[in-house]
T-cell receptor, first 114, second 113 residues
Framework: EAGVVQSPRYKIIEKKQPVAFWCNPISGHNTLYWYRQNLGQGPELLIR????????DSQLPKDRFSAERLKGVDSTLKIQPAELGDSAVYLC????????????FGQGTRLTVV | GENVEQHPSTLSVQEGDSAVIKCTYSDSASNYFPWYKQELGKGPQLIIDIRSNVGEKKDQRIAVTLNKTAKHFSLHITETQPEDSAVYFC????????????FGQGTTLQVKP
């Protein structure tokens, strides 16, 4: 069974440019998460989806970040415009349920803003 | 508030020795505690988890213990091997067990051959 698939693996952009990340969760997983991992730290949740609905986006910087999960499967995370401080690894994860079930992570997208 | 503290930040052991990583959490309502292993350039991989209805869980060389009274849980790796070298993260649910995970700061484990 395929795991969580993310693309691209790496992205280098200049500040003020837009960038988008894509995630395909494990088949059948209703819950999808976007986490951000800064260097040397643990992942921090940006947004959580239950099917198509964003049920927790309290940590998402809404002035520049947006996300969508059309049809309750794939998801995209967008940053516009990017800032130097957005350099990090963006991780997507999925799980079967919304409460205390195993979350499986993709390999992440490493974003470098120059 | 939501907080997970993890210690130590780095740990170096000789191959064959045991390694122990400890975490504390703040929300007494938390009832699910996963441990993740992250290798360089990869996403975190779930290696073991424990729920609050048990005090210990073991899977081959890996075990996790939970003390709900003290609000801490630990990862134990026995007979360490060089391939165990990685960054390990503990996690606990955010407030109200909503599915959000709060991660510790990570422990870089180095197993010397």
């Amino acid at each position: 069974e395929a795991g969580v698939v993310q693309s691209p693996r790496y992205k280098i952009i200049e500040k003020k440019q837009p960038v988008a990340f894509w995630c395909n969760p494990i088949s059948g997983h209703n819950t999808l998460y976007w986490y951000r991992q800064n260097l040397g730290q643990g992942p921090e949740l940006l947004i959580r989806y239950e099917n198509e609905e964003a049920v927790d986006d309290s940590q998402l910087p809404k002035d520049r970040f947006s996300a969508e999960r059309l049809k309750g499967v794939d998801s995209t995370l967008k940053i516009q415009p990017a800032e130097l401080g957005d350099s990090a690894v963006y991780l997507c994860a999925s799980s079967l349920g919304n409460k205390n079930t195993e979350a499986f992570f993709g390999q992440g997208t490493r974003l470098t803003v120059v | 508030g939501e907080n997970v503290e993890q210690h130590p930040s780095t740990l170096s052991v000789q191959e064959g020795d045991s390694a122990v990583i400890k975490c504390t959490y703040s929300d007494s309502a938390s009832n699910y505690f996963p441990w993740y292993k992250q290798e360089l350039g990869k996403g975190p991989q779930l290696i073991i988890d424990i729920r609050s209805n048990v005090g210990e869980k073991k899977d081959q060389r890996i075990a996790v213990t939970l003390n709900k009274t003290a609000k801490h849980f630990s990862l134990h790796i026995t007979e360490t091997q060089p391939e165990d070298s990685a960054v390990y993260f503990c996690a606990a649910p955010g407030s109200s067990n909503t599915g959000k995970l709060i991660f510790g700061q990570g422990t870089t484990l180095q197993v010397k051959p």
